[in-house]
T-cell receptor, first 112, second 110 residues
Framework: EAQVTQNPRYLITVTGKKLTVTCSQNMNHEYMSWYRQDPGLGLRQIYYSMNVEVTDKGDVPEGYKVSRKEKRNFPLILESPSPNQTSLYFC???????????FGSGTRLTVV | KQEVTQIPAALSVPEGENLVLNCSFTDSAIYNLQWFRQDPGKGLTSLLLIQSSQREQTSGRLNASLDKSSGRSTLYIAASQPGDSATYLCAVKAGTALIFGKGTTLSVSS
């Protein structure tokens, strides 16, 4: 089944403890993105990647890092999480710039 | 900067009613427009994708239209059912990002 898989689905962590949210797609898509969803603010792009080793900042990149060493994987790294990074995170992928996006099931992160 | 607005923010209808959800965007330079459905606390399910050169797309009881020149799209849902209750999100692909509206939360009562 064609899909975008995120792990974990739920995570509670403490301020400052480094964490990684994994994202993997099995569709050989070139484009991958991370979004966060917050009440009243909607979905906002954190980082995106147009291909292996090509990444760039979205609208809200502060406090996040990404890497794209393989086409299928696009992990989101929080080096020192803070409570304002408590949010619902989505990974998404697309085959071409004008193709639709497929989203993962989301990761609900709580930083205390 | 591209902005996407969805009206209304919430909508309640009785089962069986036909309804229209609205989406507007400020910059017509888009690759495509995508409608998604989101159930509470869940992921986004793609409903329809309209390329910038297209006027409409249909899937079952859903029909989406696009008027790029006026910056508008509508999602028409025919014969609504309680299972249609969810938040509907409109997103335009502009540059390297999907720009989302804040959604319309639909409640269909039986």
């Amino acid at each position: 089944e064609a899909q975008v898989t995120q792990n974990p689905r739920y995570l509670i962590t403490v301020t400052g403890k480094k964490l990684t949210v994994t994202c993997s797609q099995n569709m050989n898509h070139e484009y991958m993105s991370w979004y966060r969803q917050d009440p009243g603010l909607g979905l906002r792009q954190i980082y995106y990647s147009m291909n292996v080793e090509v990444t760039d900042k979205g609208d809200v990149p502060e406090g996040y890092k990404v890497s794209r060493k393989e086409k299928r994987n696009f992990p989101l790294i929080l080096e020192s999480p803070s409570p304002n990074q408590t949010s619902l995170y989505f990974c998404a992928s697309s085959d071409r710039v004008n193709y639709g996006y497929t989203f993962g099931s989301g990761t609900r992160l709580t930083v205390v | 900067k591209q902005e996407v607005t969805q009206i209304p923010a919430a909508l309640s209808v009785p089962e069986g009613e036909n309804l229209v959800l609205n989406c507007s965007f400020t910059d017509s330079a888009i690759y495509n427009l995508q409608w998604f459905r989101q159930d509470p606390g869940k992921g986004l399910t793609s409903l329809l994708l309209i390329q910038s050169s297209q006027r409409e797309q249909t899937s079952g009881r859903l029909n989406a239209s696009l008027d790029k020149s006026s910056g508008r799209s509508t999602l028409y849902i025919a014969a609504s059912q309680p299972g249609d209750s969810a938040t509907y999100l409109c997103a335009v692909k502009a540059g390297t990002a999907l720009i989302f509206g804040k959604g319309t939360t639909l409640s269909v009562s039986s």
